[in-house]
DNA sequence: CAACCGCCCTGGGTGC
DNA sequence: TGCACCCAGGGCGGTT
């Protein structure tokens, strides 16, 4: 999606930006007016990404950050091309070129206008100051992730999906790298031995790299990329949505055990549970 | 302060 | 056919 985005905007000056739906910009607390005010005439300059954030930098020391929600679409349409029907926001440019639209069915997603700050080598918006690099950032440090883990009394798969420990890794994600690891999503992370921690970094690390190559997951055929097009990453599911197949690797059939109000898929032969 | 819970929201699907 | 209900997801405010 960034690299899809960077083709499409930057160097492109926004003209005018329509919020159709005030929920789409709720994390921007001082208003839709002045939303599109800080927008308006701005120049876009780069796109970045940090685990599920996704933001433009502007001319001015200044990002449009943008989460995608569970749902979320950024498209690139020709002006006059009739409004989608969860359309939320629309950016046009001053050269009178293809808008941006953002599109969200579910209502997750969103935009704000953030300034600017350093923390620990990086540019980032001030909102995402405590999201952790994303395992395929070239200053992520997987020791350090290792030992942070470590020191966590929670359960593995909540810490996998603490974003301020390592970004970028969700539900479906946690679900993949656990049965990768061979890891019961309750394993105790104070318990966990550094090569386990290791390990199952590593497995999450490989399935974003190819959920990445494949263009993402799109199992509920909301997520699409810039040109409208889903990725096809759920095809490679071993265990998320898979309950009562069998397991790829022992045939055993994949359970789902609630988990934090949704759900957690698991092979209950190769992922056993610890005391 | 760390851990954890519930809520935000929509629409597709299911069961009655 | 229509209605009530459930479920999916990430992040954050509030509570323990």
């Known amino acids: 999606m960034r690299v899809g985005l960077e083709g499409h905007v930057v160097g492109r000056t926004l003209s005018s930006v329509e919020v159709l739906h005030p929920r789409a910009i709720r994390r921007h607390l001082p208003g839709a007016s002045d939303f599109t005010g800080r927008l308006t005439g701005r120049k876009l300059v780069a796109t970045r990404r940090r685990g599920k954030y996704l933001w433009v930098e502007l001319d001015g020391e200044l990002a449009l950050l943008a989460h995608l929600g569970m749902s979320g679409q950024l498209l690139v349409q020709p002006v006059g091309a009739p409004d989608e029907k969860h359309l939320r926001v629309r950016f046009r440019f001053a050269d009178d070129g293809p808008e941006l639209r953002f599109v969200d069915q579910r209502t997750f997603g969103g935009f704000l206008v953030d300034e600017l700050v350093t923390v620990d080598g990086a540019d980032l918006p001030t909102a995402i100051e405590h999201i952790a690099r994303d395992p395929m950032d070239p200053a992520f440090d997987p020791a350090a992730f290792v030992t942070a883990l470590r020191r966590k009394r929670t359960e593995l798969k909540r810490a996998l999906l603490d974003q301020s420990l390592v970004s970028g890794i969700g539900n479906i994600y946690a679900d993949e790298a656990l049965w ?96």
């Not at 992370?189 to 590593?202: C, D, H, I, P």
């Open 180 to 275: 990768r690891a061979r890891l019961h999503w309750s394993r105790s992370t104070e318990r966990l031995s550094a090569a386990k921690a290791r390990e199952v970094l590593a497995a999450a690390t490989d399935v974003m790299r190819e959920a990445l190559g494949q263009g993402g997951t799109s199992f509920d055929a909301l997520y699409v990329n810039i040109n409208g097009q889903s990725g096809y990453f759920d095809r490679s599911l071993a265990v998320y949505g898979q309950e009562g197949l069998p397991c790829g690797r022992c045939g055993t059939p994949i359970r789902r055990e609630p988990f934090m109000n949704r759900s957690s898929y698991f092979c209950p032969r190769c992922q056993r549970r610890t005391k």
